[in-house]
């Protein structure tokens, strides 16, 4: 019984991934908004998390970097896709307390099926998407290495090799600050909540201490080191614009407002990634309908079944889950945008909670668990009435209803993700300036996004930072209706004002410059004056200065040495728990033979 329901889980998965990807099946790259995918990611200064900008992609790059020297990137892409929706899916149907498959199964729909799924995806942020499908194994996870060790292991090998799963859901998570806050945050929730007297009690001397707890927890934050320790010898402040909180807050979708936005998993700050579907006057009425359904099964969630030792692991979730709430609305109400602004403007790293939105994963696991657990309340009301044959509709019912509340997810998004090849230019351009990789390269036109005509068009982050094999300096700024949010990189605000000046970008050190044409903007002639044309294309232009200024970050051993230190700390800490787990195993398979 347990192998079918996994293959069923599984099967779920699979069918949803291809619903989801079906035009991105055929080989190439899917460049969308912040999803930008290379051949090979270069090991620069900027991808390692040392250059002159916040650590917004760290570690992720370094990762991508690491992944693209033996796989081409156009795979990493594909399976890291397909991983989003597959792991959320098998996810929470494994964590909702509930031995019926058909409640499991729904539980994996709701998760992998939603608002916040597809607009995260159409604005290209995978990395967050995959610590939003590890969110509900890191879950289940915290909860065993809670209750899983044996009394009189409560040493460093024994927590390590029990907490080996959870630590590698959290490092997953990792691969983005959001993502690793939401992991630390949530497991940090589940191993240290205080559990009733009762559970206390039945647990008996065999539960764990809260030393082993609090080490697990400190393990699970230490795994977000290295952009904690890029963003702490930054070159730039680790403080933001207090524009971009209004410029982020949470917006409405349809007449139910940012709340309705926000309790439908919905409200991303930009528009252009909104399904169709969320617009629609119907669609508050399948928020309020999941909604209902997910509060009758609240209190069986926060109960928990019989054969958990303690609920809190659920209960923990809640609160998490409704301070992700509270987040995600603090840019809309009066008051809370000015308790932003004040953080953003002055704390470093709360720029993280400008776009709060990106905090409702917790809450959107609650509601798919305690929606499936409510279709299990009323469908076993319905067995208990002899109405079996509406039991099972319910059941098909709520299964289907998050692809019928949200069809625009499938194909793609309703065709806004395909995949599409690099020019050859971009190939030549890049061995180029491989053979000669010194300085910096700057991109024009100097604008934030591009709309390739190879790429359908389509609004994409340019793709040189992660191309080519050199500092890349492109505008960091973004805007926002009409609202400039300044960026923090003083190369960018270099180049920016030589090109406002109507100055060459020698005058700022620049030695590489690339022109992308056919894409909007313009290229002012001053700003290319000093430059001789190294190689032309259909699509790109090649210009080199004179002689390769000194980088900024040529000579910073400090802060090239604590980088590596910020990287060593969760490479260590995921050796230690996979030892530890082979040795845990191995003591466990002498301990049964004996």
């Not at 191995?586 to 004996?594: A, G, P």
Request: with cysteine; charged share 15%; glycine share 10%.
């Amino acid at each position: 019984m347990r192998r079918r329901g996994a293959a069923a889980e599984h099967g779920l998965a699979a069918v949803l991934a291809l619903l989801v990807f079906a035009p991105v099946l055929w080989p190439g790259y899917v460049l969308s908004y912040d999803m930008v995918a290379t051949p090979r990611v270069p090991f620069t200064a900027s991808t390692l998390g040392w250059g002159d900008g916040l650590p917004r992609a760290v570690p992720q790059d370094a990762v991508l970097a690491v992944l693209t020297t033996v796989v081409p990137g156009w795979i990493v892409q594909l399976v890291a896709l397909f991983a989003v929706v597959w792991l959320a899916v098998v996810g929470a149907a494994r964590a909702v307390p509930s031995d019926r498959l058909v409640v499991r199964l729904v539980a994996g729909a709701a998760y992998g099926w939603n608002a916040f799924v597809a607009e995260r995806l159409l604005i290209g942020h995978w990395g967050l998407l995959l610590a939003y499908a590890a969110l509900p194994w890191i879950v289940v996870a915290a909860h065993r290495a809670r209750f899983g060790v044996p009394a009189g292991r409560s040493g460093i090998v024994a927590t390590l090799g029990r907490g080996a799963p959870l630590l590698a859901w959290c490092a997953l998570a990792a691969l983005t600050p959001t993502g690793g806050v939401i992991a630390a945050v949530t497991a940090s929730a589940v191993l240290l909540w205080p559990a009733p007297r009762s559970a206390d009690a039945r647990r008996g001397p065999s539960g764990p201490d809260r030393r082993r707890r609090v080490v697990l927890a400190v393990l699970v934050t230490a795994l977000n080191a290295p952009w904690v320790a890029a963003g702490a010898v930054a070159r730039v402040s680790a403080v933001s614009d207090p524009d971009g909180v209004a410029a982020f807050a949470a917006r409405a979708e349809n007449w139910s407002g940012p709340l309705g936005a926000v309790l439908g998993l919905g409200g991303i700050w930009n528009a252009e990634v909104v399904p169709t579907s969320r617009t629609l006057a119907a669609a508050p009425f399948f928020t309020v309908l999941v909604l209902l359904v997910a509060a009758f099964g609240l209190r069986p969630l926060l109960r928990g079944p019989a054969a958990m030792r303690t609920p809190s692991g659920f209960v923990a979730l809640a609160v998490v889950a409704l301070g992700g709430v509270v987040v995600a609305l603090l840019g809309t109400v009066p008051g809370g945008d000015r308790l932003l602004e004040a953080l953003v403007a002055h704390v470093p790293g709360a720029g993280l909670l400008r776009d709060g939105q990106k905090f409702l994963a917790p809450f959107a696991l609650l509601t798919a668990l305690a929606f499936a657990l409510g279709v299990e309340r009323i469908t076993s009301a319905l067995r208990t009435r002899k109405a079996g044959v509406a039991a099972g509709a319910v059941g098909v019912a709520a299964l289907l209803f998050p692809i019928a509340a949200l069809p625009d997810l499938a194909w793609g998004g309703a065709g806004r993700l395909a995949t599409t090849w690099y020019p050859d230019d971009w190939a030549w351009v890049n061995d180029k300036i491989a053979a000669d990789p010194r300085g910096e390269l700057a991109v024009l036109p100097f604008s934030t996004f591009r709309a390739f005509t190879w790429n359908g068009g389509r609004t994409t982050l340019d793709p040189a930072p992660r191309y080519f094999p050199v500092d890349v300096i492109t505008e960091d700024s973004l805007i926002v209706d009409g609202v400039t949010i300044s960026g923090e990189s003083p190369r960018a605000a270099a180049v920016r004002e030589a090109l406002a000046d109507g100055r060459s970008l020698t005058t700022v050190g620049i030695r590489w410059v690339v022109v992308e044409r056919r894409t909007p903007g313009a290229v002012p002639d001053s700003a290319l004056a000093g430059y001789q044309t190294f190689w032309e294309g259909r699509h790109l232009r090649l210009y080199r200065g004179g002689p390769a200024a000194e980088s900024p970050g040529d000579s910073e051993t400090v802060r090239v040495v604590t980088v590596v230190v910020g990287y060593a700390v969760p490479v260590g800490i995921l050796l230690g728990a996979l030892a530890s787990w082979a040795l845990t195993r191995s003591r466990r398979h002498v301990e049964r033979s004996e």
